[in-house]
């Protein structure tokens, strides 16, 4: 990825063995790193298109839909108060702090995440926490759908 500063890409992609690569950054060219030029034309698809979603006010604790598709959903959660969620055994949750601190319950001991740092809470059934420390923070939370 090439990206400019100032810029936040936050990368949720559905599961994949595929890597194409169309530039190698002036690296010699070998059988190990060939590029994917065709491969990547082919996959290419300039018809698709998004919504914009506008951040909403946040003023208490909710779950706002950023992205939804059928290999994920992101969701924006914006906590003022301690909030509990539930894995059903489907699929897992990825769980990324972009504000705040929080503090996880769940596990055996609380986990404590500050900004940028990201847990995965496991698909089997479990129910688990979110408590902000400080004031309010904000989490993305991916999952399948």
């Known amino acids: 990825h090439a990206l400019g500063p100032g810029l936040f890409i936050y990368e949720v992609q559905q599961?994949?063995?595929?890597?194409?690569?169309?530039y190698d950054w002036d690296r010699p060219a070998h059988a190990g790193r060939r590029l994917h030029l065709q491969e990547s034309a082919a996959v290419t698809r300039a018809d698709f298109s998004g919504q914009l979603t506008h951040q909403?006010?946040?003023?208490?604790?909710a779950a706002h839909p950023l992205v939804?598709?059928?290999?994920?959903?992101t969701e924006l959660l914006h906590l003022a108060s301690?909030?509990?969620?539930?894995t059903?055994?489907?699929?897992?949750?990825?769980?990324t702090v972009t504000h705040g601190t929080v503090e996880l319950h769940g596990g055996e001991a609380p986990l404590t995440l500050q900004p940028?740092?990201?847990?995965l809470v496991a698909a089997a059934p479990t129910l688990y926490e979110l408590v902000p420390l400080n004031g309010t923070a904000q989490v993305l939370r991916s999952f399948l759908p």
């Open 15 to 22: 599961t994949s063995d595929l890597t194409y690569r169309v």
């Open 56 to 61: 909403p006010p946040l003023e208490e604790t």
């Open 68 to 73: 939804s598709c059928p290999y994920f959903t």
């Open 82 to 86: 301690p909030l509990q969620a539930q």
């Open 88 to 95: 059903t055994g489907d699929t897992f949750h990825t769980l």
């Open 116 to 119: 940028w740092e990201t847990v």
